[in-house]
Antibody, heavy 122, light 106 residues
Framework: QVQLQESGPGLVKPSQTLSLNCTVSGASINSGSNYWTWIRQPAGKGLEWMGRIYTSGGTNYNPSLMGRITISLDTSTNQFSLRLKSVTATDTATYYC??????????????WGQGTLVTVSS | SYEVTQPPSVSVFPGQTASVTCSGVKLGDKRVSWYQQKPGQSPLLVIYQDTKRPSGIPERFSGSSSVNTATLTISGTQAMDEADYYCQAWDSTTEVFGGGTQLTVL
C-alpha cells in the first residue's frame, strides 16, 4: 500500500517561492513505472494538474506553469518536491501529491496524499 | 491545449441511476479515469481505463466511452455517493481534468 504525505509551509509571501515535499512510503521513488505528480485545487474549485516526474527523472509540466515550476526527486529521502516561483494570490490552493500509474496509453492516479493548504499572502 | 467538459451538477433520487458525462474532441481515443471527492477529502479513484474498477470500489460504479464522450454511471445510487466527480484524460505529455460535477442525492 503506497502512502504519500505532503509537507511544507502553509503561508508564502507574494513573489516568493513555494516549496513542498511529498514523502512516499510503500514504494521506491526511483523504481517501477511511477509518475510522481503534483495536483492543486483552489478552494471551491476543480483539480489542476501541475506536473510530474518519472522514476528516471524526466519531467512534464502544465504549460500554464512553464517557467515557474520545478519538480525533482530526492532518492536519499524517498521524497519528491515541488518548487513554484514568483507566486501570487492565485496560487493559493490545496496541493496534493499523487502517484500516477501508466496503463494502455493513459495514466491514472491511484494514491493521493491528504493535501496541504498553501496560502499566498503578505 | 486539450479540454474536457463536465456538467456542473447532476441530481438523482436514491436507488436511481446517475450518469455523469465528460466530453472532449475524440475523447474516445483516450483512456479516461474518474475520481470521487467528498468534502475535506482527497480524490478517490473509482474508474480507470474507461471501464475498470479498482479493488474496493462498489460494483454500482461503472464507466463507458464513445467517440467524444465518457460516462460514469452509478446504479442504485446511495446517499454516500453524494460527492464531486472529476474525469481525467491524458493528452500527449500532460494530464487534463474536467471541471467537476457535483452529484446531489435528493
Amino acid at each position: 500500500q503506497v502512502q504519500l504525505q505532503e509537507s511544507g509551509p502553509g503561508l508564502v509571501k507574494p513573489s516568493q517561492t513555494l516549496s513542498l515535499n511529498c514523502t512516499v512510503s510503500g514504494a521506491s521513488i526511483n523504481s517501477g513505472s511511477n509518475y510522481w505528480t503534483w495536483i492543486r485545487q483552489p478552494a471551491g474549485k476543480g483539480l489542476e494538474w501541475m506536473g510530474r516526474i518519472y522514476t528516471s527523472g524526466g519531467t512534464n509540466y502544465n504549460p500554464s506553469l512553464m517557467g515557474r515550476i520545478t519538480i525533482s526527486l530526492d532518492t536519499s529521502t524517498n521524497q519528491f518536491s515541488l518548487r513554484l516561483k514568483s507566486v501570487t494570490a492565485t496560487d493559493t490552493a490545496t496541493y496534493y501529491c499523487a502517484r500516477g500509474l501508466p496503463a494502455a496509453g493513459s495514466i491514472y492516479f491511484d494514491s493521493w496524499g491528504q493535501g496541504t493548504l498553501v496560502t499566498v499572502s503578505s | 491545449s486539450y479540454e474536457v467538459t463536465q456538467p456542473p451538477s447532476v441530481s438523482v433520487f436514491p436507488g436511481q441511476t446517475a450518469s455523469v458525462t465528460c466530453s472532449g474532441v475524440k475523447l474516445g481515443d483516450k483512456r479516461v479515469s474518474w475520481y470521487q471527492q467528498k468534502p475535506g477529502q482527497s480524490p478517490l479513484l473509482v474508474i480507470y481505463q474507461d471501464t475498470k474498477r479498482p479493488s474496493g470500489i462498489p460494483e454500482r460504479f461503472s464507466g463507458s466511452s464513445s467517440v467524444n464522450t465518457a460516462t460514469l454511471t452509478i446504479s442504485g445510487t446511495q446517499a454516500m455517493d453524494e460527492a464531486d466527480y472529476y474525469c481525467q484524460a491524458w493528452d500527449s505529455t500532460t494530464e487534463v481534468f474536467g471541471g467537476g460535477t457535483q452529484l446531489t442525492v435528493l
